[in-house]
C-alpha cells in the first residue's frame, strides 16, 4: 500500500490488480477496506478484480461469479474503474463514464474498441475528462 500511494504522489500511473481467491482473500468487508483506500487516493485509479481457478496444488473451487459480481459493485461504490477478469463478460470487462454511464471502451477478451472518447480525452456525451493514457 505503501508503494501504491509513494507512486500516485509522484504521478506514475497506476493500476491494481487482485486475484480474488476462494476462501483466500474473498472476504467481502476486508475487500471493501482496500476499495476505501484506494478510493480515498483516488477514485480514478484502475481496479482489476481476477476470477481464480485452481491449478497446480491449490484445489479450492474458481471463485464464484455471482460473488465476484457482488465485490465488483461494492469497489464500484468507492472506484470509478472497476473490471473483472478471468469472467469473459464485456458488461464487466469494458469502460464506462462515471458522470453518465456511456461506454467509452467496449472489451470483448482481447478485443478492444474505443468507441465515445474524443480527441481530447473526454466523454464525447458529457465531455467528463477520462483519465487514459493513450
Known sequence: MESI????????HIEVTT?????GNDAEKELEELFKWLGNLSKD????????????????????IVKLKKIYNIAKKYLNYVYLGNVWDEDYESTFCPECGTLLINRR???????NINGKGRCKSCLKKIPIIF
Open 5 to 12: 500511494k509513494l507512486a500516485y504522489e509522484n504521478n506514475v
Open 19 to 23: 486475484l480474488v481467491v476462494t476462501n
Open 45 to 64: 485509479i484502475p481496479l482489476h478484480l481476477s476470477r481464480y481457478y485452481p491449478v497446480y496444488k491449490y484445489h479450492e473451487p474458481p471463485t464464484n
Open 109 to 115: 477478451g482481447y478485443n478492444i474498441k474505443i468507441q
